[in-house]
């Protein structure tokens, strides 16, 4: 009896320093793991920073309507270059020269691998474009009273953001600003506005105010413009 006793006591004791083991073990493996997961998590960060920088940037500097379905996987032979007059003939040529556009944009050959194989980072960088333009065109509306200083004949309440989209469409002096008389403002490529005082003449395309206004606009992202005409004049 007394040596079974024994023998069970021993059996106890390696049982414990077994226990003891794997709770050491466990205890290791388990700040390893969230060693890798922190590293995992800084990564994923660090990228997500990335695609948002590079997708608020690209909705203001190359082309706020963007998405997923208007780009190939990569650069392509044959389509119109950014900057080629024959992509400003229609819509469609001009939808067919994003795909070199963007990846000139992307420019660092990582960037342009990741975009093509990667479709995570292709989804949430146009998600971050979408999110782009919608930052854009609520800080424009809030602006364009300024932006569009000196059309008299467009009331300042038109761009307040609680005006309903039936005033803005049924206004006679806006469809002026976006449509040329007899041509659809959905087919044309350039309304009316691009030009200066609206008067259709290709070559002084966007040698207008407003876009430069706009443009300083989102850049600087102020609520009110003349904050930045402020900071301008004084520098």
């Known amino acids: 009896m007394q040596e079974q006793n024994q023998r069970l006591y021993q059996h106890n004791v ?19 793991s969230k060693l890798v997961v922190s590293s995992s998590a800084r990564s994923r960060r660090s990228n997500d920073d990335q695609t948002v920088k590079l997708g608020k940037k690209y909705a203001i500097m190359v082309f706020p309507w963007a998405n997923a379905s208007h780009v190939s996987e990569g650069p392509t032979n044959g389509l119109p270059e950014p900057e080629d007059p024959t992509r400003f003939r229609s819509l469609d040529a001009f939808y067919e ?26 989804r949430d960088f146009f998600k971050q474009v979408k999110q782009g333009r919608t930052t854009a ?38 469809s002026a600003m976006l449509q040329f008389p007899g041509t659809s403002a959905v087919n044309a490529p350039f309304s009316p506005i691009f030009y200066p005082n609206r008067v259709k003449d290709n070559q002084k395309l966007f040698m207008n105010m407003h876009q430069v206004k706009v443009l300083s606009c989102l850049i600087h992202l102020l609520s009110d413009l003349s904050q930045y005409l402020i900071l301008f004049l004084t520098t």
């Not at 390696?14 to 390893?32: E, M, P």
């Not at 065109?137 to 038109?158: N, Q």
């Open 14 to 32: 390696k049982l414990r320093n077994r226990v003891a083991d794997l709770q050491v073990k466990s205890k290791s493996k388990g700040r390893s």
């Open 137 to 174: 065109l609520h800080t424009v509306r809030e602006c364009a009273t300024i932006i569009f200083d000196g059309i008299d004949a467009l009331p300042a309440s038109i761009w307040h953001p609680k005006t309903s989209s039936d005033a803005r469409s049924e206004s006679p002096a806006l």
């Open 97 to 122: 020269g994003l795909t070199n556009e963007l990846f000139g944009f992307l420019k660092d050959p990582a960037l342009c691998r990741l975009f093509a194989e990667n479709s995570v980072f292709k």
